[in-house]
């Protein structure tokens, strides 16, 4: 099981690497977001508006 800090963490990773891979990044974020884990995890709002917010 992983914690929600540790999720928290994986997120901000991969956020610092999305200069390097962007479209990976979104494709990963649309996965998670559809299997319900950013949603569990307190994040709302849905990988398409991730962009315009950060």
Do not use: Y
């Not at 479209?23 to 315009?52: D, H, I, N, Y």
């Amino acid at each position: 099981m992983i914690s929600n800090s540790q999720t928290k963490v994986r997120i901000h990773a991969d956020h610092v690497g999305s200069l390097l891979r962007p479209q990976k990044l979104k494709e990963t974020r649309a996965q998670l977001w559809e299997q319900g884990v950013l949603a569990r995890f307190g994040q709302e709002t849905q990988p398409t508006e991730l962009s315009t917010i950060e």
